[in-house]
């Protein structure tokens, strides 16, 4: 039956029986006939009906399974300007832009900025970044950076924000950087400013090319000529008003410049003027030797970012070339959960696959990749139980993938059996109706468990589907969506999702946010097309009722694909997800290894994580070592205090965790927090470990730092040549073979030449004494109140007063007076814990050893060894508003110069 809508907001069934009679407000018109009551009366309850039935209409059905029944007749259908897709051919290949010149230089940018806030700079950095292109801000005016390295330039491309200050540039500065530009065939990139109108054209200062601004613009075309396009494909028009006012177009007076793009005046003072005007001009060098680009506008018109990354490509002679592959995948989220009425039926099956159809012959190899939740199977009208039936009668044209069972979130199940037992639900569902099992990837509701981990969400999905890849947008944070990036965890490859402006409520396109505007925006150069071009790897999340009612995935996707294909050469392609991770990892080695943040910063990450786990349960502050420099015995003396506490014992490593270095980092959060006491606090200042390895570990900073950005550090210093012999006998003790196989001066003089297990030795005994260095990578990450250093030589003798300085540093109040809990014990040789029997309790033996004293040639060559090492660590002491240099540190260093 096909329902119309009738004039007065009512609906009839083709009988023309009112269909609202059953369910909405009463019907009363008829009675009002046949009582013959006053036709006044009888207007007024016509009015009322519909004034009721519009009422309802809007509020009640609209949102119904009625709706579904209604033909809408705005759904919209694709339709791009693009004259490509009206029979013109695309070029075979773009242009290699790559000659040896590109040897010359990094593939990094130098951005000169107006200042660090500035508007157009931030584009420019932010395009940079979604590009993954390395580049260094410097505000303009200022000296010069560093330009080269060696023999090599540092930067492949210069870009200013605001033209004017190349041109301004004093003199002793421009001809360093021109100089620098004519040697490394570097190019530059310049934007011009918007200024006063000026319709005699002023000439740039130094140059035969002449300036009008602030124009209105319109219609905006590429020169298909120029050496510079790559990404951008030329041929069609943008047409209409180009965004903003103020314009810059140029006008050249020499054979060394070339269009690269143009547009026409926007004004109704010019209407008969339809020469073309140049708002992006390329210098070839002819003139004085520097290739260089000029923007006659900012980054606001979406096909300048193109031609940003052309430019940068073509003038760092490749090196800043991006792959032209972009590979794309659709997810179908929860294909079968929706309300009645948000469902898909056959029609939209149809749609559906028609349009994958379209769309595979741009995108080779693309399916809509499906996700089910089995428990809602069949749970729509009796059409949209059609159009489920209709999706498994078509089961292999698509891919699928596995969601949860009843679509719960995994990190609600601290059951891991529980989880499980749900998985096997759907995956008997998907046995039972036909659908293959075997994608190995899966996705989980709300991105609930893959990060922040669910370590039970990972175990499940590897022993009951054998999952291998996933993906999600909350890694590292929702947003900026820019900076989402993959890892790797337990094998399963995570990667990330990219945004396409649909979300589970956007069925209608007059109900989208900020209008079909916005969304045709988005297509047409805004976001999703500006995603495609940043990403060689897209997967976009939509949701089932995305491709019913209005299909605005549908429109969406055919959309954007088409418009890809008009304006850009990317080559687009898709795959099954397995083989999109890999590529990913392939291209990112780099992401591989995960960097855990700290989900109580983020409000988001806190909802998707267990109820049992809290912010207390992570320490306020680290002990970071170095080895053999006393952290033992801060840590005993620290576990005396009342109000503090440390991690539970580690079956292997005692009372260190040895999280942030090495292989337990990749057992994840979970495995980190289950080392310390649940506390129903959302932050526990102090609680802490101590790990000594922490000190020198490379990577250690920025995983502590991500963690646990507040946290307050400790480390101990002593001489690091004494630290070395420590650490040795250390060593020794612990019946490492090379140790015993050669004497603590072979070891450290061992050449680069010696054998490799030697070598390490020696390297693991020197490193973590080159305090400056190691402490210079903390300070990358922390702010200096939050490093206290402790002087090794006085904890050892006087651990009383160490021990309240470190109290006053961590704010804690009421302070333990330590005088009565720690005595010198002469049999020891060391302070010790006072017990309440008023004995005392020592370290064990290994801490305090018997050893002889170090050979005075070993002491004096380490004090060699170390003297910039410990030049460098007085000045950054003294950087750091260090009153009294440690006595062993002037020790060690006037030796030297005694000798
Ligand atoms: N009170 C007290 N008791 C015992 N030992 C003390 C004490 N204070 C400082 N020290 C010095 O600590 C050195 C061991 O350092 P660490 O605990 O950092 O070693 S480890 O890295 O954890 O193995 C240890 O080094 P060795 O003397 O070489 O054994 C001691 O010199």
């Given at each position: 039956m096909v329902i119309k809508i009738s004039a007065l907001g009512s609906i009839?069934?083709?009988?023309?029986?009112?269909?609202?009679?059953?369910?909405?407000?009463?019907?009363?018109?008829?009675?009002?006939?046949?009582?013959?009551?006053?036709?006044?009366?009888?207007?007024?309850?016509?009015?009322?009906?519909?004034?009721?039935?519009i009422f309802y209409y809007t509020h009640y059905i609209i949102s119904s399974p009625l709706a579904s029944l209604i033909q809408r007749d705005t759904r919209p259908e694709p339709a791009i300007r693009c004259s490509m897709m009206r029979g013109a051919t695309r070029l075979p290949s773009a242009p290699d832009h790559r000659s040896e010149a590109r040897l010359r230089t990094d593939s990094k940018v130098l951005v000169f900025v107006e200042t660090l806030y500035s508007m157009l700079g931030k584009n420019i950095a932010e395009l940079l970044v979604s590009n993954r292109i390395k580049y260094k801000l410097e505000v303009a005016g200022k000296s010069l950076p560093v330009l080269t390295n060696l023999d090599k330039g540092?930067?492949?491309?210069?870009i200013f924000e605001n033209l004017n200050k190349y041109l301004q540039m004093d003199k002793w500065n421009r001809e360093l950087l021109d100089k620098y530009c004519r040697e490394y065939s570097v190019g530059i990139v310049g934007f011009a400013p918007s200024g006063e109108e000026s319709l005699v054209g002023a000439q740039l200062k130094g140059f035969p090319l002449f300036v009008h601004t602030n124009l209105r613009l319109k219609d905006a075309q590429l020169n298909a000529a120029s050496p510079i396009l790559r990404l951008t494909r030329s041929g069609e028009t943008?047409?209409?008003?180009?965004?903003?006012?103020?314009?810059?177009?140029?006008?050249?007076?020499?054979?060394?410049?070339?269009?690269?793009?143009?547009?026409?005046?926007?004004?109704?003072?010019?209407?008969?003027?339809?020469?073309?005007?140049?708002?992006?001009?390329q210098d070839h060098g002819r003139y004085d030797g520097i290739q260089r680009v000029f923007f006659g506008g900012?980054?606001?018109?979406?096909?300048?970012?193109?031609?940003?990354?052309?430019?940068?490509?073509?003038?760092?002679?490749?090196?800043?070339?991006?792959?032209?592959?972009?590979?794309?995948?659709?997810?179908?989220?929860?294909?079968?959960?929706?309300?009645?009425?948000?469902?898909?039926?056959?029609?939209?099956?149809?749609?559906?696959?028609?349009?994958?159809?379209?769309?595979?012959?741009?995108?080779?190899?693309?399916?809509?990749?499906?996700?089910?939740s089995g428990k809602y199977f069949h749970h729509g009208t009796t059409e949209e139980n059609l159009g489920d039936d209709m999706l498994l009668e078509n089961v292999d044209k698509f891919t699928w993938f596995s969601h949860m069972w009843n679509h719960q979130q995994p990190h609600l199940y601290e059951n891991v059996t529980h989880l499980q037992l749900d998985m096997v639900l759907n995956k008997q569902f998907a046995k039972d109706h036909g659908i293959p099992t075997g994608s190995g990837y899966s996705v989980s509701p709300h991105h609930s468990g893959v990060y922040p981990v669910h370590e039970g969400l990972y175990e499940a999905w590897k022993k009951v589907w054998n999952i291998k890849v996933t993906s999600t947008e909350e890694y590292p944070h929702l947003r900026p969506a820019r900076l989402r990036r993959g890892f790797i965890h337990r094998n399963i490859m995570v990667l990330p999702r990219q945004t396409c402006g649909l979300f589970t409520h956007t069925i209608f396109i007059d109900r989208y946010p900020g209008g079909r505007d916005k969304l045709d925006k988005s297509i047409q150069g805004g976001e999703l097309f500006q995603t495609i071009v940043h990403n060689p790897i897209n997967i976009f999340m939509t949701h089932m009722s995305n491709y019913g009612n209005d299909r605005l995935a549908l429109y969406t996707f055919e959309s954007v694909i088409k418009f890809i294909q008009c304006w850009t050469n990317l080559r687009l392609s898709s795959a099954p997800p397995l083989q999109l991770a890999e590529k990913y990892f392939q291209l990112y080695p780099e992401e591989a290894d995960p960097v855990w943040g700290n989900p109580c910063d983020d409000p988001r990450h806190q909802k998707i994580w267990s109820r049992n786990k809290t912010c207390g349960q992570l320490p306020g502050f680290l002990v970071i070592g170095p080895q053999k420099t006393g952290t033992t015995a801060l840590y005993t003396f620290l576990s005396i205090h009342p109000a503090i506490s440390s991690?539970?014992?580690?079956?292997?490593?005692?009372?260190?965790?040895?999280?942030?270095?090495?292989?337990?980092?990749?057992?994840?959060?979970?495995?980190?927090?289950?080392?310390?006491?649940?506390?129903?606090?959302?932050?526990?200042?102090?609680?802490?470990?101590?790990?000594?390895?922490?000190?020198?570990?490379?990577?250690?900073?920025?995983?502590?730092?991500?963690?646990?950005?507040?946290?307050?550090?400790?480390?101990?210093?002593?001489?690091?040549?004494?630290?070395?012999?420590?650490?040795?006998?250390?060593?020794?003790?612990?019946?490492?073979?090379?140790?015993?196989?050669?004497?603590?001066?072979?070891?450290?003089?061992?050449?680069?030449?010696?054998?490799?297990?030697?070598?390490?030795?020696?390297?693991?005994?020197l490193n973590p004494g080159k305090y400056a260095q190691h402490l210079e990578r903390w300070l990358s990450y922390y702010p200096p109140q939050q490093l206290h250093i402790i002087d090794g030589e006085q904890l050892r003798q006087n651990p009383v007063e160490t021990l309240h300085e470190l109290q006053r540093f961590l704010k804690i109040t009421p302070a333990f007076n330590y005088s009565s809990h720690l005595r010198y014990d002469p049999k020891k040789g060391f302070f010790c814990q006072v017990t309440n029997e008023d004995r005392t309790k020592c370290l064990g033996k290994s801490k305090g050893r018997q050893y002889p004293p170090m050979e005075d040639k070993s002491y004096k060559l380490l004090q060699r060894y170390y003297l910039s090492h410990n030049t460098a660590l007085v000045k950054l002491l003294k950087r750091l508003g260090l009153r009294t240099i440690p006595q062993w540190l002037k020790e060690d260093l006037t030796d030297t110069v005694m000798t």
């Open positions: 009839k069934g083709e009988t023309g029986v009112p269909f609202l009679s059953a369910v909405g407000p009463r019907y009363v018109g008829p009675r009002c006939v046949v009582k013959q009551a006053t036709v006044k009366r009888c207007v007024a309850a016509l009015l009322l009906v519909s004034v009721a039935s540092r930067y492949g491309v210069l943008a047409w209409g008003p180009l965004p903003g006012g103020d314009w810059t177009i140029f006008q050249a007076n020499h054979s060394t410049y070339e269009t690269l793009a143009w547009a026409y005046r926007d004004s109704l003072d010019y209407p008969a003027n339809k020469s073309p005007l140049a708002t992006v001009i900012g980054l606001r018109f979406w096909l300048h970012n193109l031609l940003l990354l052309d430019s940068l490509s073509y003038l760092s002679h490749g090196q800043l070339s991006l792959s032209l592959n972009r590979m794309i995948l659709v997810d179908v989220d929860d294909i079968f959960v929706g309300e009645k009425g948000t469902r898909l039926r056959k029609n939209d099956v149809m749609a559906l696959l028609a349009t994958q159809q379209r769309i595979q012959a741009l995108v080779p190899g693309f399916k809509f990749n499906l996700g089910f991690n539970l014992p580690s079956p292997d490593t005692f009372e260190e965790i040895q999280f942030f270095n090495g292989k337990n980092y990749y057992k994840g959060l979970d495995w980190y927090m289950s080392f310390f006491p649940a506390s129903k606090n959302d932050s526990s200042p102090n609680l802490f470990e101590k790990s000594a390895t922490y000190f020198d570990g490379e990577l250690v900073p920025r995983r502590a730092h991500a963690l646990l950005p507040k946290a307050k550090l400790i480390t101990i210093l002593l001489s690091p040549a004494r630290r070395a012999y420590s650490w040795y006998q250390h060593t020794r003790v612990h019946g490492d073979l090379v140790a015993n196989n050669y004497s603590f001066h072979s070891v450290i003089t061992a050449s680069d030449t010696a054998p490799k297990p030697l070598r390490d030795l020696r390297n693991r005994c």
